[in-house]
């Protein structure tokens, strides 16, 4: 739990933080004038007496170990995030919130009251599982919702598919889009059960891009009108200048986001965005890439045609997100730059969550069309390739986050899937530097890792498909070195 994970607990604000208290009292008289809505208020108020040294606090409590608990995983094979095999029998004791032994031998424990020893059987403990491409906020609720719903009610169904989420295994998401930092601080603070989230924030894309969901009668946009329910809500910023871009990139990372999402062509869920469409310009993206950097960190892009994904390289863009309609010499430059992508063998379920016939639905099959080629081009040139599902607006396809993982295997071979979803994706993380909320290493088993680990009841490398019913199959969830389900407790 946080130091400051209580609102009872808190002194008050003038005494913590004397120079926002007047800062505290102009929010309220804005309130009054009705431009703001109370959990604004409530939000900002809090959030003022997380300066410097209570943030540092936070991002402590998070990272050490969580009262230095004891798990002792007894006979298991261990999948270590990188290896094709699985190892022989071992024990393994997890110490607050890391790995501290892997051992073939016993490792003696005082067998104290707070320790919790696991008799694994010879099952498998592997990393926890790490969606790279995941919108915290977006994957229950439809897009109508999203975009007239209450935001309490939204906030509460996050919470209950982060859940969700990490009770499949998934123990760590990339958001790459969304208001997602309360979410977020309410998971790391131990208040709501959840992966960790490494979040971009709001998206940010061009008038008419990928992001901008205003309806017509919103525009022309008028310098000082209101901002649209989209950029109210933080789920994306429009941004038409690279200065412009710079303040929305710096806003983001000033609420905590872990690396800048941007939207370099057009989109399938956006109305007023063709698929073939690139949208910042190239001195746009750069100003982008100047300001994470800057600031320590990467900038990742949506993009799917040769055209903007080639634009976003030249502008120094580390990742690509789709990819779907991209060719093959865009393939190669992706491989020889070092540039990641994050692409989806996307089920053709998704698309029902756009009416037949309806433009969106033409766009979503029309990139369906592309997974197979891109995945082929992905191998063929060993472009550094990390998993992630992009599960919108359906908690039922949530459900099978799994499956779409091992879905992979019409490519990959199952060691190569799991690998994937565990240390390399902690590899494209690792390129937040110091804007990881997690200081330690993911994706991983291995002395001295965060303690984020699955024991699966049998061999997922002999059968993967063991991860599409994580409830029946995966017998211990644990994150942080906490459990969080331990199906063997008598
Ligand atoms: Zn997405």
């Known amino acids: 739990m946080s130091s400051i994970g209580s609102l009872a607990q808190m002194r008050p604000v003038q005494a913590i933080c004397p120079v926002f208290a007047s800062f505290g009292l102009t929010t309220i008289r804005t309130l009054e004038r009705g431009q703001y809505r109370p959990l604004v208020l409530a939000a900002l108020l809090v959030g003022l007496c ?30 270590d995030g990188k290896s094709s095999t699985l190892s022989g029998p071992r024990n393994v004791l997890v110490r607050g919130s890391q790995i501290e032994r892997v051992s073939t031998g016993p490792i003696p424990t005082d067998r104290s009251a707070t320790n919790v020893l696991i008799d694994g059987g010879g099952r498998t403990l592997m990393p926890g599982l790490i969606d790279m491409h995941w919108h915290t906020m977006m994957v229950r609720p439809t897009p109508a919702a999203l975009l007239t719903g209450d935001i309490g009610h939204l906030n509460l169904v996050a ?7 990490l009770m499949r295994g998934f123990t760590t998401v990339r958001d790459v889009g969304g208001p997602a930092f309360g ?30 969901f205003r309806q017509p009668f919103e525009v ?23 200065d412009e871009v710079r303040v929305r990139v710096r806003e983001q990372l000033m609420l905590g986001a872990s690396q800048i999402k941007l939207t370099a062509g057009g989109g399938v869920a956006s109305p007023h965005s063709p698929l073939d469409a690139s949208t910042f310009t190239e001195a746009e993206l750069r100003a982008a890439v100047e300001a994470a950097e800057n600031w320590g960190t990467y900038v990742t892009v949506h993009a799917y045609t040769s055209a903007s994904i080639r634009r976003a390289i030249a502008a120094g863009v580390k990742c690509i997100e789709h990819g779907h309609l991209m060719d093959e010499p865009t393939a190669k430059l992706i491989a020889e730059k070092g540039i990641w992508l994050t692409t989806q063998a996307f089920p053709d379920e998704m698309a029902d ?4 016939g309806s433009l969106e639905r033409a766009k979503a099959l029309e990139v369906f069309a592309g997974t197979d080629r891109t995945f082929a ?20 396809l949530a459900q099978r986050q799994g499956e779409l993982l091992t879905k992979l295997v019409r490519w990959y071979t199952p060691a190569e899937t799991l690998v994937m979803a565990t240390g390399t994706n902690a590899q494209l993380l690792a ?3 110091k804007r990881s909320p997690y200081p330690g290493k993911l994706g991983v088993v291995e002395e001295g890792a965060l303690a984020d680990l699955l024991l699966v009841d049998g061999d997922p490398i002999a059968n993967i498909k063991l991860l599409e019913d994580p409830e029946k199959n995966l017998l211990v969830i644990m994150k942080d070195g906490r459990i969080y389900k331990n199906a063997l407790r008598n």
Request: charged share 20%; glycine share 12%.
């Open 220 to 242: 022309p946009r008028i310098l000082g009108a209101p901002q649209s329910r989209g950029e109210q809500t933080g789920a994306a910023m429009i941004a038409d200048s690279p």
């Open 431 to 433: 390129l937040s530097g």
């Open 159 to 165: 919470g209950a598919e982060a859940t969700a989420t």
């Open 183 to 212: 979410l977020k601080r309410a998971i790391d603070e131990g208040t709501v059960a959840g992966p960790r989230i490494f979040p971009s924030g709001a998206i940010i894309t061009v008038t008419s891009g990928h992001g901008d």
């Open 377 to 396: 081009l992905a191998k063929k040139y060993k472009i550094k390739t990390a998993f992630g599902t992009d599960i919108l607006f359906s908690q039922r």
């Open 50 to 79: 997380q300066t410097g040294e209570a943030q540092e606090a936070q991002r402590a409590s998070s990272s050490t170990p969580s009262g230095g608990a004891v798990t002792l995983f007894q006979n298991v094979q261990i999948f």
């Open 353 to 356: 969550a756009f009416p037949r």
